[in-house]
């Protein structure tokens, strides 16, 4: 059965904009949620896009905390959270709040905005395919990941002779000689 582009559409079209605060988030990180508001559609359930302090404490995450550049990460992260779950529509971020933010967040939070394209927060069909396709291929890296890692216990299980029994037993950390007292 084909279902036109233009069914598609209006069967995932949110039919009222959804309004989005961004805050600190009390532990270090920020959050950007739905607010439950007179004109926002309620979706029944409650939508966070997070950003952790962990990980912004993390050397490889290329941003600094309340940074110009970590609002737009985060952004970006809340369209493409939307996006994935197929809620085609327009996003009213910031609406409803940005109380959790310092004085220079918020500046910053403001430069991120005007620095995102125009119609950046109004999710199509279009936008909501590549954004799903994006997930999908992170998830096969990640996939892709383990599979090596599993290759490379397989391998080392074999060099050593081990049995099925051991091989099953053997650990990533036993593979890598992580496990070994000597260390």
């Known amino acids: 059965m084909q279902i036109p582009v233009s069914t598609l559409e209006k069967f995932f079209r949110v039919p009222a904009p959804i309004d989005v605060s961004v805050?600190?988030?009390?532990?270090?990180?920020?959050v950007a949620q739905v607010m439950p508001t007179i004109s926002s559609t309620d979706l029944g359930v409650e939508v966070?896009?997070?950003?952790?302090?962990?990980?912004l404490e993390d050397e490889d995450y290329p941003f600094t905390s309340g940074?110009?550049?970590?609002?737009?990460?985060?952004l970006t992260r809340v369209r493409d959270a939307f996006a994935n779950l197929m809620l085609l529509g327009t996003l009213n971020v910031g609406y409803g709040g940005m109380y959790g933010l310092d004085k220079e967040d918020a500046k910053n939070f403001n430069a991120a905005m005007d620095s995102?394209?125009?119609g950046f927060f109004?999710?199509?069909?279009e936008k909501a395919i590549a954004a799903r396709q994006e997930m999908l291929k992170k998830d096969q890296q990640v996939v892709g990941g383990v599979q090596a890692i599993l290759?490379?216990?397989?391998?080392?299980?074999?060099?050593?002779?081990?049995?099925k029994?051991?091989?099953e037993k053997m650990t990533i950390g036993d593979?890598?000689?992580l496990d070994d007292p000597k260390e």
């Open 151 to 163: 290759d490379v216990m397989n391998q080392e299980a074999m060099r050593r002779g081990y049995t």
């Open 116 to 118: 995102l394209p125009e």
């Open 175 to 177: 593979a890598f000689g």
């Open 165 to 167: 029994e051991q091989r």
């Open 67 to 74: 940074s110009e550049e970590m609002f737009c990460d985060l």
């Open 48 to 55: 966070a896009v997070k950003i952790f302090e962990f990980e």
């Open 23 to 30: 805050d600190a988030d009390g532990w270090g990180g920020y």
């Open 122 to 125: 109004d999710i199509d069909l």
